[in-house]
Each structure stands twice: as C-alpha cells, then as structure tokens.
C-alpha cells in the first residue's frame, strides 16, 4: 500500500535525477510505502530515453515509480495538478529534481506529523539549507483529503516562485503549517550546489510576471480556501509547529 507520493516534475536532469532517487534509497525506512511519480515533457528526449530504457529503475531500487510525459506545455503548478491524477498515496509531496531526502527514515517522521491530526489537513515541510528554517514550505507535503477539498496540489495557473508562497499563507492562517526536523537539501545553483543549467534560466529565473500578477491579485482566493478548508477540519493539536516544539513532539534537537 502506497503512503506517500513524491511527485518530481524535471527536465533535463537525469544526472539529477539519480542523485535524488540515490538519497530517497538511502534514507526511506519503508520504500514500498512511497512511490515517485516523475512529470516529464513531451520534448525532453534525455529523461525519456533514460526511462524507457529501464536504465531508472536500477535507481528507484525497490521504490515505485511512474513517469507521466506530457507533449503540452504546462504552468509549473499545473504539472503537480497533472500529476497528482497518478498519484497512490494519501500523502503528496510537491518536491524537484534538486531536492535530496538527507535526513534517515524521513518516511516514519512525515507520517508521525500527519498522525497527528485526524483530519490530514496540515502542510508538513522541513528546512531545505536556503530559506530561514521554518518560514517557506518550498517542498512539502499535503493530504490527499486536503488536495481534493482545494481542487489543487499548487494553485492552478501558476508559474514559478510563488506556489509555495501561496500553500504557505493558507496553512498558516489555518495554524496547520508544520515544520519537522526533516531535512530536504534544496541542491539549487543559487546555493552553489548545482550549475547554472538551461532549466533554471527558463524557469525559476526566466519571466514570471503572470505568477507575480496572481499572486498579487489572489488574497481573496486565498481566503476563500482557508475557509474550504475549515470545513473539513476536525479537532486536534492548535497552532503552527516551530523549531520552539519540535524538541517535545520528536525528543530530538530543533537544529
């Protein structure tokens, strides 16, 4: 039985790609709990030829995995939407091509968070070595229950830069924003963990002013889904998780 999704939308980077997958193996306690399923463009000849060669599978070791390619364009938000439709699990995490699962048994971690709300609804991240620990969910993880309440795993329409923005305000205001002592390593060039390739010029660096003009303009609706969200709320734990209460929910150290 499926747990967890990963979804991973990627383009041109299958040395990329076997970096992560190598750190998902290293470090997932139960792999045939958690499936990836890759969100591949139709032109991307490169991770194509490295999938259907079956050349992946050697790296998935024994997690699932399922590859989605599609020939039209889409909003990087709407990749996730896309690929949510193949998703097995009640959990989904909208992760990258250059995120690495660093922290051991990071699976059984994530699940303990979800547990403790009986509803699901709460968006769980961790520190990712670039933003100040607790503030972004740059890559994180949401309920199935939650998803089909908003009708999305990132706000339909948008680009790059500012779906975790938006997924932030809503779990926050919600006090369900979670933050676990789990760390997914953000491997990004402006980190000086990776190189300056053709996918970052035209994506997270190239023109946004579309996911500016949605953000800007997209209060109200962000309010709409708090309170969509409130509907199916049940009783439980209050508040937003923080580095402060991490060390009595884990018995672990908060940094």
Request: aromatic share 10%; net charge neutral; charged share 25%.
């Amino acid at each position: 039985m499926i747990s967890i999704s990963i979804i991973i939308p990627t383009k041109n980077r299958v040395n990329n790609l076997k970096k992560v997958l190598k750190t998902l193996n290293d470090n997932t306690l139960q792999p045939k709990q958690v499936e990836v399923v890759f969100y591949v463009d139709g032109d991307d000849t490169n991770t194509i030829d490295f999938i259907k060669s079956g050349d992946i599978n050697e790296h998935l070791g024994k997690i699932p995995g399922t590859a989605i390619v599609n020939k039209n364009k889409l909003k990087l938000a709407d990749t996730y939407n896309y690929a949510f439709k193949k998703c097995k699990g009640d959990i989904i995490m909208y992760s990258a091509d250059d995120v690495h699962f660093k922290t051991k048994n990071w699976d059984v971690l994530i699940n303990e968070e979800f547990n403790r709300y009986s509803d699901k609804v709460c968006l769980v991240f961790g520190p990712d070595g670039m933003q100040p620990n607790g503030t972004l969910a740059t890559h994180g993880f949401l309920s199935r229950r939650a998803i089909e309440q908003l009708g999305y795993v990132h706000p339909i329409g948008m680009g790059y830069n500012y779906s975790d923005n938006w997924l932030t305000y809503i779990y926050r205001h919600l006090g369900r924003l979670c933050y676990a002592p789990v760390y997914f390593e953000h491997c990004h060039w402006g980190a000086g963990k990776a190189e300056y390739d053709e996918t970052y010029k035209t994506g997270s660096d190239g023109p946004h002013d579309d996911s500016i003009d949605l953000w800007g303009g997209s209060l109200n609706q962000r309010n709409k889904d708090i309170d969509k969200l409130k509907q199916i709320l049940s009783p439980g734990p209050t508040g937003n998780s923080s580095k402060e209460n991490i060390k009595a929910i884990y018995n672990l150290d908060a940094d």
